[in-house]
């Protein structure tokens, strides 16, 4: 791969396509750039060191160890605080919205959602994780402390959404809303490089990603979808390849690369699926829109759902568009 361009001559190089840009969109795009580097470094540790340990182990600097997931959501809490473009974070590992309260950021007209470390418990084996995240302009006045409806916006309101993929090498990828771009992490030189520009998901695909442990309390649209999905049938590519890694980022990154289909759907427990809405759903439903496929509950687009509370669940079925309307007219077929 030769080098074209960096993350941040990238993100530079974009700005001017919106009238009137300030740069505040890009430094905080900076500020995630730079969370990563650091959440990667650690992550390349684990098994050399007890990173996965739980809270309040020490170190043998004796410094006080965190659970991986913990420690990326300070990290990236930090770099988003520090230059002063956002106003207040929601993320997976908080229990309420975190306002920012410095001087620095009483101006700021950003907020930021996040799940710092997706599908952690992969990282005991050495799986790939990933971290999400998805931008908004606040909605209430600057100068004031962010309300719940600045972190409660339906996510076609996003600004901004990308994720982290820690895997056999790591990739920052992200939108603005003007198609997908990915920059692979060179760690030799410590930058992120151009590696994948206008990433498009095929139309349609082979690959199905869903945890069929849980079949039998799937709803019967979604179980008649799996077989139809494993039916013989050649001339259309069937039986499809069933792959699932248990890490959202990993399974969107290859379905998204090859095409294919994952579902979250809502199971007899939990009849709003596991996935969050808002850390996870939105950002990743207004990549995969931008890269040319759907992103739907099974019934109705993820961007337009108003969300009612920060960790709100939702089903969820993303990828090739043909795959995806696919599941719907299953639903719309079996209704339970
Ligand atoms: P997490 O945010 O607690 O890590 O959970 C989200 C993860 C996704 O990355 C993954 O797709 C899913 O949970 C796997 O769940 P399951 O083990 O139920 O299949
Ligand atoms: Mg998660």
Redo the contacts with the bound molecule.
Sequence with gaps: MSITRTLGEFIIEHQNHFPHASGDLSSLLGSIKLAAKIVNREINKAGLVDITGSVGAENVQGEEQQKL?LYANDKFKAALEARGQVCGIAS?EEDEAVSFNKELNKNAKYVVLM?P??????IDVNVS??TIFSIYHRVSPIGSAPTAEDFLQPGHKQVAAGYIIYGSSTMLVYTTGKGVHGFTYDPSIGVFCLSHEKMMIPATGSIY???E??YIRFPTGIKKYIKYCQEDAPEDNRPYTSR????????YHRNLLKGGV?L?PSTQRHPDG???LL??CNPIAFLMEQSGGKATDGYQRILDIKPTELHQRVPFVVGSTIMVEKVESFLQQYPD
């Design positions: 997931d997976e799940d470390l997706d599908g952690s418990s992969n994780v990933g990603s869903i945890n442990g849980n699932y890694i248990g890490s959202l980022v990993a399974d994952y979250y596991k996935l969050r850390y996870e």
